[in-house]
């Protein structure tokens, strides 16, 4: 009697597991740099790297454009696929030079968020005045950013700190 209750027990936490499998515990879409892919691009092509992508089971990618293609004609081949830019990068200096240069690229992706990767410094040697010259640049850019509906974001990597 007591083998058949535990046997018993045990179907039952196995049928209860298979019901909570079923549920999405995760409910947004998923995303991917497409820096993960950065080697497969150039091989590929931009089309198998996006069909790949979209394999894989990814909606959106943080990115944006490829080389030799306008921003429109990589937009419509990532909203071919199902797949939104809701972030695009830009760099460091791109921003301190010419931040209305990337809410016009994050607008023509469809992006709402611009993320920055990296602060310029000498290898090894992250000072304060690096950290000064980031604030003023990352402020002034965010408020133009803002001003224009995208929010900028930024990529840590430790040696900030």
């Avoid at 196995?14 to 691009?41: C, D, E, N, W």
């Amino acid at each position: 009697m007591k083998k058949n209750t535990i046997i018993l027990a045990l179907l039952g936490i196995m049928l209860s597991l298979g019901t909570l499998q079923a549920q999405k515990l995760y409910t947004y879409p998923i995303g991917v740099q497409t820096y993960t892919f950065r080697k497969h691009f150039p091989v590929k092509g931009a089309e198998k790297t996006l069909d790949l992508i979209k394999e894989l089971g990814f909606t959106e990618i943080e990115g944006g454009g490829m080389k030799g293609m306008t921003l429109e004609e990589y937009k419509k081949l990532c909203d071919d696929r199902g797949i939104s830019i809701p972030s695009t990068g830009a760099d460091f200096n791109e921003l301190a030079k010419d931040p209305m240069a990337v809410v016009k690229r994050a607008k023509a992706l469809g992006s709402k968020f611009v993320m920055c990767a990296w602060i310029p410094h000498k290898k090894g040697e992250f000072s304060l005045a690096d950290a000064q010259k980031a604030i003023e640049v990352f402020n002034n850019a965010g408020k133009v950013l803002k001003e224009n509906g995208v929010t900028l974001c930024y990529h840590d990597h430790g040696f900030e700190f």
